[in-house]
């Protein structure tokens, strides 16, 4: 199996590309935040709880993330791998990923880091924000809490998939398809 964990701040990219790469590796690609999304359409119990959290920019409790993420990997016992996206976010998330994968028979393959400047994040967000519907993209307060905590929380676990040799750092400016050919090339590395 092919695992991917697609790694960067709010509006790096790890959506668009993940759509490119889950076709080229044949991977299912698992967002946890367009999962809590469609839980919100179809006004769960779960999605009502994550948009209290995903409207300020904060993050959903690990508890409700964690079984989350774990079902849809079980939904799919035949898949050749997952590309996950916007997962895991918080040491704890990490930790649960590499056991959980470990009673599979499997591990993380790579950590594909996107890197962008704040300045850049910030102008795509609220350019998504005049049409996206998402109350966390229309307020550029709230996109600056997402960033911090990104910063505060997510970002160390660079050194997570560091000491595991599995950090590939990827320039996150210029065209989709530059930075796509630069995401191929660091999956070829690990494959
Ligand atoms: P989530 O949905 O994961 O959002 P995010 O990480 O904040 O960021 P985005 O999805 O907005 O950005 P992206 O990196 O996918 O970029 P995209 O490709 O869209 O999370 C939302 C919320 O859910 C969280 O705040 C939290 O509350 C909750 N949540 C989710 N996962 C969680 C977890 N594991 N634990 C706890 N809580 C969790 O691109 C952005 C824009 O830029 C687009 O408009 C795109 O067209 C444009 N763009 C893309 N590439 C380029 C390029 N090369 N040049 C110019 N523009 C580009
Ligand atoms: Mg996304």
């Not at 690609?29 to 994550?50: M, P, Q, V, Y």
């Not at 920019?57 to 774990?70: A, C, E, F, Q």
């Amino acid at each position: 199996m092919i695992n991917i964990v697609i790694f960067g701040p709010p509006g790096a990219g790890k959506g668009t590309q993940s759509s490119k790469l889950l076709a080229q590796f044949g991977l299912i690609h698992l967002s946890t935040g367009d999962l809590f999304r469609s839980h919100i359409k179809n006004s769960t119990a779960l999605g009502l709880e994550a948009k209290s959290y995903m409207d300020k920019g904060n993050l959903v409790p690990d508890s409700v993330t964690i079984g989350m993420l774990k079902s849809k990997v079980e939904e799919n016992p035949t898949a050749k791998g997952f590309i996950f996206d916007g997962f895991p976010r918080t040491t704890p998330q990490a930790e649960s990923l590499d056991a959980f994968l470990k009673s599979l028979n499997t591990e993380i393959s790579a950590c594909l880091s996107l890197q962008v400047p704040d300045e850049e994040l910030i102008k795509r967000l609220l350019e998504r924000g005049k049409s996206s519907g998402r109350a966390d993209d229309a307020d550029e307060e709230v996109i600056k809490n997402r960033l911090g905590v990104y910063m505060r929380e997510t970002n160390p676990l660079k050194s997570f998939y560091a000491d595991q040799s599995k950090l590939e750092e990827v320039e996150g400016v210029g065209t989709i398809e530059e930075i796509f050919g630069r995401l191929s090339a660091a999956i070829d590395k690990h494959a």
